[in-house]
């Protein structure tokens, strides 16, 4: 039988910003992945910046060889299917999927010959093929506090926040700071309850 794979990313924090690091920091549930499964700790990223990080980690292919060497560029639809991971295993029989923040392209995740440009937008049924994953369910990538999007304008998390009706109060909720608040511009406590 062939193993699971998850991939777990997150941005804009340092990698030792875990529970499993011995940090004070509380993170249960990945801790708890850490724990059953296999972890690379001994990884570094070949490019400090979002996009290159991204896409250096799908294609295996360094920044100067895959192209995107800095936020703003795109990474090509042909090494995405020819060298990407998700495609690779998506040939080998593996049911391949990406949740959250992708972000391999500059803009409102704009793609090739799988799906809308630029602002175009998404039908609600829209779940990919995206970057060689066969399934997406995106977040549209919001900088620097910038206003929540309206579903119309959004992805899946967005038509998810929204779906019954009380989405602007809880896009209220996600832009309010409680305390303590660190004053950095990205970083908030938000009065979002964490279902959401």
């Given amino acids: 039988m062939r193993p699971n794979i998850l991939l777990i990313t997150s941005d804009q924090h340092r990698g030792d910003c875990f529970g499993f690091e011995a940090r004070k920091v509380k993170t249960p549930h990945i801790d708890s992945m850490a724990r059953q499964g296999t972890r690379f700790s001994a990884c570094t990223t070949p490019n400090p910046v979002c996009m290159p990080a991204r896409a250096a980690m799908l294609s295996g292919l360094l920044p100067r060889t895959n192209g ?3 936020n703003g560029i795109d990474l090509a639809d ?4 020819d060298y990407g991971f ?5 040939r080998n029989g593996y049911n391949t999927a990406l949740i959250g923040k992708a972000h391999f392209r500059h803009g409102l995740y704009s793609e090739g010959p799988d799906g809308p440009r630029g602002d175009e ?3 609600d049924d829209w779940m ?12 549209r990538h919001n900088h620097h506090n910038t206003a929540m999007p309206p579903p119309e304008k959004g992805f899946a998390y967005e038509r ?5 009706g009380h989405g602007r109060e809880r896009v209220e909720q996600w832009d309010t ?4 608040d660190c004053g950095f511009v990205q970083v908030w406590h938000s009065a979002l309850p964490p279902a959401y």
């Avoid at 042909?78 to 299917?81: K, P, S, T, V």
């Avoid at 998810?160 to 019954?164: A, K």
């Fill in 86 to 90: 998700a495609a690779r295993l998506g």
């Fill in 177 to 180: 700071r409680l305390p303590p």
């Fill in 78 to 81: 042909d090494i995405a299917q």
């Fill in 121 to 123: 937008v998404r039908p």
């Fill in 68 to 70: 995107v060497v800095d």
């Fill in 160 to 164: 998810f926040l929204f779906r019954d």
């Fill in 128 to 139: 990919g093929p995206y970057m060689g994953f066969r399934h997406a369910e995106l977040i």
